[in-house]
């Protein structure tokens, strides 16, 4: 939700602002600054809220960095700035600046000729919170900014002062009663205290008072707080925390508290003198940019606080003067989507990043409108993704492409071991962001690592601060973990098959399967037994056979399995999951198959199920085996691979198989020579390999000019190797050399 924050009771007229004079664009460390004020005055803007951002980030020794860039607008006088103010009663308020967050950018507004507004000093700190803290309460969130808000930063030297009361925070707290502290420490976003006018007041003033007293009072109190903060942090409860850390009752520390505030006359406060300031010319960089992009910013600005109209007239003159200007396709393609016009705003989007490609917004903006607008969802969804990658690596601290891709991913269940990979990364630039944790939680309830999505819920259902939408989210994962649990133990008596006296193959894990086999070799070995051979006799009457790639077991309402035959996945689900018996004949199956995607993107599989036309599935399941690709396709010279979604096939001649350090596989295909290479040799299944029994012999000469071969791998984004082989199919059979 977007916040917007306003200074000033007074409306005035607007008046006009033309983009035409001379705009200047600063770059610091960690803001982009635009305006036609003076280059000195933007400078002047800059190193100030830079050092207001390093106080931040090393109060609590909090690293520095931020998931979303911020752009400030700085006008020459307040007369220029009128026309780019939110509007107020349908005319633009009397306010001295505004901060205004977005999932791409966050805005700074304000004029040249007047004093930072405490407001946008208190909302810039929820943005960086929101990235570290998150995690912590409201009470703490808002006690915290408003500390922060009062921020002076004095002389050429850039002395900062922080702790200053806030008087009409001090004087409602000497008039009204003081709220419990075990209440002000339960109070949730979703609370009347944090939302009903006449009790906010009281909110935002305690929270202020009981931080300015643990942070401003003692070095002991300070260290105290810290520690109280980091129990609650990790779900203890706010009382008890409270009460083991500074060794007192609740009750008699709230005395202690009001007497503070009431009986106070000078207030304790922070003098931090900078180490060395800002070095302009190192730290940062100025050029005079054209009216093109000076009608750009405005525009982006005026859109973001959803003055459509207006943007509207300064885009349209930005792509009028600068057609090849990127940055204004892709916000007019924004704008036209905000005014539900998602097929005109794709044209915008597309050329967007085609004019600049290394732009990361560029391909976020495409990527979200293709996500809304699916007019071919195959290729729009590939688009999209691939868009989204990029995004990514043009731009690994925006963690707002991740967590798009990563939804993506969890929503076709597919690609779940790189997402797990890809949220664990985005949580460590932004350990604050409460849905990734959740979708990190989601994303290890479907892989054989699902315990480790519990403790992450539990810490999520343990914040106060958690949203309200989030908190059922996680209720509703919790109560599937729960539910998971339960099943396991139903399943522990499920009936057994045996694949041969050696393989042993045991159903479990709630309706999905716990296999287990003995030891035995990891692949086909030329001078092993030949594989076992999966039953090819016919279905028995009124059942079915069907085989293909199982990619989910979801264990919701019994069991349904996804079957991927063809392209095309079909579903068979079960009431009784227990009466299903499970058999491996695959020596890359082993350990747990958890509930959600199978590991790997899917094992070859041979079901046999009783048709039944219910609810989207074909049939109620009755055997599953785990077939041996290699075993499954011995007596074919060209038989089909699996096929596995995220992967990709290439045929050519194999010149080098090494086995000495994973598997590394060479093949000239094109007139050009491909690498594969996978970690272990376990990863990948030989389909009618050139030794005895279809086994395959690493570290062998191979004859010229190669064995014809294809190879089913998973494309790598890094590295030499185009991919990690997933099967390789030789096309000929050749004696063993």
Known sequence: ???????????????????????????????????????????????????????????????????????????????????????????????????QSGLDVNFIALAADMQTPRVIYHEYVHRLMSDTLGS??????????????????????????????IGEHVELLNQRQFMPL?????????????????????????????????????????????????????????????EDTFNTQLSAFQKLFEA????????????????????????????????????????????????????????TKAIQLE?????????????????????????????????????????????????????????????????????????PQFVEATEMLAGDNLEHNVDIPETVELLAKAIAVAPGRNYLALQLAAALSRTQQRDMARPIVQNLLANPGLEPPLRQSAQSL???????????????DAPVRRA?????????????????????????????PAPVQVDRDPPAPGTAKMRGVLTLLDCRDGLTLSLVVEGKTVKLHSDTPTQIKFTSFN?????????????????????????????????????????????EKLDSQKAELPSIPGTSVVTGLMTMLECSNGLTVAVNSDGKTLYFHADTTTKVSFMNGPGPNGSVNCGDTIPAPGFPVTILYRPLKSGDALGEPVVIQFQKTRSAR
């Not at 942070?215 to 810290?226: I, L």
């Not at 704008?335 to 732009?359: C, F, H, S, V």
């Not at 560029?362 to 809304?372: G, K």
């Open 500 to 528: 041969r006296p050696e393989t042993l193959v045991e159903a479990a894990d709630v309706t999905t399967p716990e296999l287990r086999r003995s030891e035995r070799a990891e692949r086909i070995e030329p001078n092993s």
């Open 323 to 395: 057609p090849k200007l990127g940055v204004a396709q892709a916000s007019m393609g924004q704008l036209l989507i905000d005014k539900g016009k998602q097929t005109d705003a794709l044209p915008y989007m597309k050329r967007a990043t085609e004019l600049d490609p290394d732009n990361y917004l560029t391909h976020y903006h495409y990527a979200s409108l293709l996500r809304i607008e699916k007019t071919s969802p195959e290729i729009d969804r590939t688009t999209m993704r691939r868009e989204l990658q990029r995004t990514i690596q043009l731009a």
């Open 587 to 631: 020596s890359t199956v082993s350990g747990t198959i958890g509930c959600g995607s199978v590991p790997g993107n899917g094992v070859p599989a041979s079901i046999v199920y009783r048709p039944k036309q219910s609810q989207g599935s074909i049939g109620e399941p009755l055997t599953v085996d785990f077939v041996d690709p290699a075993a």
């Open 1 to 99: 939700m977007k916040r917007l924050l306003l200074l000033g009771l007074f409306l005035c007229v607007a008046m006009p602002a033309p983009a035409a004079d001379k705009w200047v664009r600063v770059q610091s460390k960690d803001f982009t600054l635009v305006g036609n004020a003076t280059e000195n005055e933007i400078r002047d803007v800059a190193e100030n809220l830079e050092v207001f951002r390093t106080v931040f980030s090393r109060f609590f020794k909090l690293k520095e960095g931020s998931s979303v860039a911020t752009t400030v607008v700085v006008f020459r006088s307040d007369q220029a700035f009128k026309p780019f103010k939110p509007v107020y009663k349908g005319k633009p308020a009397n306010v001295a600046g505004y901060f």
């Open 182 to 242: 075990q209440r002000l420490f339960s109070v949730e976003y979703g609370s009347p205290e944090y939302n009903e006018e006449e009790k906010q007041g009281l909110f935002y003033a305690e929270s202020w008072a009981l931080v300015h007293y643990m942070m401003f009072n003692s070095e002991e109190r300070r260290n105290q707080f810290n520690k109280f903060l980091t129990d609650i942090s990790h779900g203890i409860p706010a009382p008890r925390a409270f």
């Open 260 to 315: 503070y505030i009431q009986q106070r006359m000078a207030w304790n406060a922070f003098s931090i003198q900078t180490p060395t300031g800002l070095d302009r010319s190192k730290d940062m960089t100025a050029r005079v940019i054209s009216e093109g992009q000076a009608e750009f910013y405005l525009g982006d600005l005026l859109l973001h606080i959803s003055r459509v109209p207006e943007a509207e007239e300064h885009l």
């Open 136 to 165: 912590l309460p409201p009470w703490f969130q808002e006690g915290f900014a408003e500390c922060f808000s009062t921020l002076e930063i004095e002389g050429k030297d850039k002395k900062v002062r922080l702790g200053r009361a």
């Open 478 to 492: 919790m109560e599937f973990l729960d539910r998971s649990v339960a099943a396991n133990r139903a399943l522990a």
